[in-house]
Structure formats: structure tokens, C-alpha cells
């Protein structure tokens, strides 16, 4: 970092603490101010009534473009008790704790990650590495863009320097690398698993054979690494069918072979032309499984699990369900396929069978299980389609913006083994989240197009908050587009179909000519005549 960090983050530590005791008669002061590269602006304030019991006030009007700057920091008075229901007799100091938070990442998942620490009670401060535009200028964290997320050491020394007491990674590259390994090590409590227990996500091998041994339900299959053997089997067995790439493909590692040629094809991509690289060097053949998907997570600390809140993905990329897989175009919470029945069902049967088999493997797990489910057209009965080691994107838009639980306090409570005696609170209500892609994702996209009116966007509806997934700023100050998915548009409601009407208000009144978004996120929730609207 500059050497001008420290006392940068000395007085944002001071202004953040100040603000929070004295936050009633912040509330009342119709002025904050942002800090931007040592300088102090006043600016305009909208009043918005938060999520959850929350209240913020946040600049939004009248202050100068910020620009490349590295720092930025909002003041945002607040009024908030923390949620999370901890055993206080185990606990007595849990509420007073406060917290300097890294986050390690910067998409979409990631900003929500943050908007839902720094509004938590007991935390004093969000970092984010590297972090995109949307999240520094948001106030949500200060990015640190120079930090190399992959290299430990320096990991640990910026966390040592700015005593950070509690690191979340993200993303699965870091994971499988074993950043969580050398953080725990070094004694800083880290919110992600281990390079080992990675591997549930890491390896779709390693993943089907946890599932063999335990008996945990999920497709048949098989895994190859001739390729004529591969295709022969696929023959053999006759489309649909389903062909993996083994290791981590960004989401794309996928095909889903309505015919055996187009399968055979997927083979030769990636064990021939190895358009994957090494995580395309072993594949899994597998059944094809009819039914909904449907997404689950759970909280893990080595040893006991809760689940979050239900959600549900939208892969495909084009309206209906069609199109290649993406790494998900707009989700909504809760997800009505999910019956609390299933979601007893999927914990018994999927997720605490998983634990307690990685921890008999020697590898408990410390993090988010994220089990991606078909929910059987025949039987009604979940399986496991795959395993993700990390919370969802964009699920976790939606869980975020829902949850209601001092989140500093819960993630601390995973890394201590504690999770037994915590419980979440949650809005009630629905959310839901729709992706803006680059045009062309999720092939070849153009980089660089300039996104506008994404403040008005957020003003057009109660309860909108747009994450960024995607961007930075221009020469001009203006957002661009960085990435394929770019944008996640969030918006919460009394029911579905409020925050279906919420979400699209505000994707429609973004200026971003280059990006694309499906219209019928939702849409086996909703009636047919809520989707037409947006049609």
C-alpha cells in the first residue's frame, strides 16, 4: 500500500468509530463526506431506509469524481443491534468485539460480501483485495488493488500491518492454492477452507468419490482421460448426457450434450484440444438428470453446519433456459422448489454427511458449502450435481441483501468451531438479482464500453442496491465495463414478484449499450404475466 495507508486508515478508523456511537445524531445531520486521496468534500445526502433494521445515510449527489483513487471511504451514520443469536454466557464479549475485515476477491460476490460486513455491528472496517470500481466508490470497502491475493506472504504481511481480524476469501483459485492454509497458520482467522478440504471443488473427481464412499446421492458417472474410451462410453450409455471438466474452468467447464456427437465434441475439447488447460485433463461423464435446480448453502465450521437461506441460479444463458451455461445470469431468494421438507432432506442427506466425511478424510472443512441440487422430476428427491467451496455468484446478491445477522460475529463463530450455538435472522420477503453481461459473454466479449445512469438506477425503486461485479472507471471518470458479467442489479420485496418489478426498474433505467440481460429471471416462480412486462 501507499505509505500515506496508515494514517489514511488511522483516521477513517476514528471517523468510523465516531460515527457509529454518535450515529442517532449523525441521522439527524443532513451533511456526510467522503474521503477521497487526503482531501475532505462535503456532499449532497438522500436519506434511504436500509436493509434490514439498518439505516444509513449515504452520499449520493454533488461529490466530485474520485476518479483511479485508491482510498475511498464513506461516512455512513447508522442505527443497528446485532442480530446474530450467539449464547452469551460462551460468549460475553461478542457484541463489544470490533473488527477489521479483509475481503479477498473482486466480482459481484465479493461486493456483496461487503456491503453485508460493513453494515454488520461489530465491524470497525472493510478491505477488499484488489476489489473492483463499483466497490470502492460505493463506500462498501476500501480496495487495495495492489495486492497480489496469490502470494501468502504478502497477504499476511498487509493483514499483520493493518491488524485484520478476520479474513473472507472469496473466489476458488486462492482456496485451492491454500491461502487459507498459510493465513490460519500464521494465526489470522480465515473464513474459507483449506487447499485439501478445497478439493471438493477443486476436483469433481474428488468430489463423486466423497459421494461413493458415504453414500452421499448424486448422478452416475465416470471419469476418463483417453479420450476413446470417453467417447465410447458415451455411446454406450446415449444422450442427454453430461461431460465435466475436472478441475476449475471459471464456471464454463460444463457441457450439457443433448446428442452424443456434441458430447464426443466436448471430449475432444478439453482432453484433445485442451481448451481448459490442466483442469480439463480428466473428465467425468454423467448422467443427465431431469428436475429444477436449485441452490444450497450451509455454513461449516470443521464439525457442525446451518443452512442459509434457499436460492435459486439462473445458468443458462438466453431467455428459457437456453443457450450455453454461464457462471449464472440472476438469481432470487427464497426458492419455493426448496420446501423446508427438502431443506431438512438435503442437510441430512447431502451436507452433514459431507462434513463429517472430510473431517473422517482428515480434512475438515472451515467455510460455505455451496451444493449445486436437481431436484428429480420423477422422484422429487435431491442429488448433488456438484460442490462449490465458496458462496454463490450471483446467489449470494440475494442471501446478502436478506441477511439480517451481525455477519463479522457468524463468520468469526465458523472460524472458532462455535457454529453449534449460533442461529440467522433473515428479512422476510423475497430477493432477487438479474446479471448485465457484456455483449458476446459468455464467449468473446468487447471490453471497455461505458456504463451510465447506474446512480439513478439505484434511486428508481426502494430497496435496489446494483453490486459490481466487472468495471472500473475511465479516463473520464465514467464506469466501464471489465469483465463478462458486469453488473448484478439487486432489489429486495414483500413477495417475488415486488422484487422482480424492483430489479428490472432499475436494469432499465441503466444507460449500457454494450450489455445484455435475461428477461425472465424468476420465471419458475412467477406468473407468466409478471414476466411479460419485461418482454
Known amino acids: 500500500m501507499a505509505s500515506s495507508s496508515a494514517s489514511t486508515l488511522s483516521a477513517s478508523l476514528k471517523l468510523n468509530s465516531h ?34 433494521s439498518s439505516r444509513h445515510l449515504e452520499s449520493a449527489r ?21 442480530s446474530v443469536s450467539i449464547d452469551s454466557s460462551q460468549n460475553n464479549n461478542a457484541s463489544d468485539e470490533r473488527v477489521v475485515v479483509l475481503v479477498i476477491g473482486g466480482g459481484g ?19 477488499c483485495a484488489p476489489g473492483n470500481a463499483g466497490i470502492s466508490s460505493s463506500g462498501d470497502a476500501t480496495c487495495v488493488s495492489d495486492l497480489d491475493v496469490l502470494d501468502s506472504t504478502s ?88 461431460v465435466k471438466a475436472d478441475g476449475l474452468a471459471a464456471g464454463k467447464g460444463v457441457i450439457v450434450a443433448m446428442a452424443v456427437e456434441e458430447a464426443c465434441e466436448a471430449v475432444d475439447s478439453m482432453l484433445v484440444e485442451g481448451v481448459f488447460g490442466s483442469a480439463g485433463c480428466k473428465v467425468i461423464i454423467e448422467e443427465y438428470l431431469e428436475g429444477e435446480e436449485a441452490s444450497f448453502f450451509a455454513l461449516v465450521d470443521g464439525e457442525n453446519a446451518i443452512a442459509l437461506e434457499s436460492a435459486q441460479d439462473h445458468k443458462r444463458v438466453g431467455d428459457g433456459d437456453t443457450g450455453p451455461n454461464t457462471g449464472g445470469m440472476g438469481a432470487y431468494s427464497p426458492a419455493p422448489v426448496l420446501t423446508q421438507e427438502l431443506q431438512s432432506l438435503v ?37 448433488l450435481i456438484e460442490y462449490n467451496v465458496r458462496f454463490g455468484d450471483p446467489e449470494c446478491q440475494v442471501l446478502m441483501v436478506r441477511l439480517e445477522s451481525d455477519l463479522v460475529q457468524v463468520l468469526l463463530s ?19 438479482v438479474v446479471v448485465m453481461a457484456s455483449n458476446g459473454y459468455p464467449g468473446t466479449y468487447e471490453k471497455g464500453s461505458v456504463i451510465q445512469n447506474l446512480e439513478e438506477a439505484e434511486l428508481v425503486a426502494p430497496s435496489v442496491k446494483i453490486f459490481h461485479a466487472g468495471t472500473a472507471f475511465d479516463s473520464d471518470g465514467n464506469f466501464i ?4 458479467r458486469v453488473l448484478g442489479v439487486t432489489a ?29 429471471i424468476g420465471w419458475r416462480a412467477l406468473p407468466k404475466k409478471q414476466l411479460a412486462k419485461h418482454n
Open 109 to 127: 460476490r465479493e461486493h456483496a460480501l461487503c456491503f453485508a460486513l460493513q453494515r454488520s455491528p461489530s465491524c470497525q472496517a472493510v478491505f
Open 414 to 432: 465458523a472460524c472458532r468451531g462455535e457454529l453449534s450455538r449460533v442461529t440467522l435472522d433473515w428479512s422476510p420477503g423475497s430477493a432477487m
Open 492 to 520: 429486495k420485496g414483500r413477495n417475488l414478484e415486488e422484487a422482480h418489478e424492483r430489479a428490472y426498474q432499475a436494469v432499465e433505467a441503466i444507460n449500457w449499450p454494450g450489455g445484455f440481460y435475461r428477461h425472465d
Open 481 to 484: 465495463a471489465t469483465g463478462g
Open 347 to 383: 442437510m441430512q442427506s447431502i451436507i452433514l454427511p459431507t462434513v463429517k466425511g472430510m473431517a473422517a478424510e482428515g480434512c475438515k472443512f472451515v467455510g460455505v458449502l455451496y451444493a449445486g441440487l436437481m431436484i428429480e422430476k420423477k422422484s422429487g428427491m435431491p442429488k
Open 155 to 242: 497477504v499476511i504481511s498487509f493483514c499483520l500491518k493493518q491488524g485484520i481480524g478476520l479474513v473472507v476469501v472469496g473466489p476458488e483459485a486462492p482456496l485451492v492454492s491454500g491461502l487459507a492454509n498459510d493465513l490460519v497458520k500464521a494465526g489470522i482467522p480465515t473464513f474459507g477452507p483449506s487447499s485439501e478440504a478445497a478439493a471438493l471443488e477443486g476436483s469433481k473427481n474428488f468430489m463423486k468419490n466423497l459421494c461413493d464412499k458415504y453414500g452421499i446421492p448424486t448422478a452416475k458417472y465416470k471419469t476418463f482421460t483417453d479420450p476413446s474410451s470417453a467417447k465410447l462410453y458415451i455411446k454406450e450409455q446415449g444422450a442427454p448426457i453430461v
Open 19 to 52: 460515527l457509529y456511537r454518535s450515529s442517532r445524531s449523525c441521522f439527524s445531520n443532513y451533511n456526510t463526506c467522503c474521503w477521497s486521496s487526503g482531501s475532505w468534500y462535503s456532499g449532497h445526502v438522500s436519506l434511504r431506509i436500509g436493509w434490514s
Open 62 to 82: 454533488g461529490v466530485p469524481s474520485l476518479g483511479n483513487s485508491q482510498f475511498v471511504f464513506k461516512c455512513v451514520g447508522r442505527v443497528l443491534e446485532p
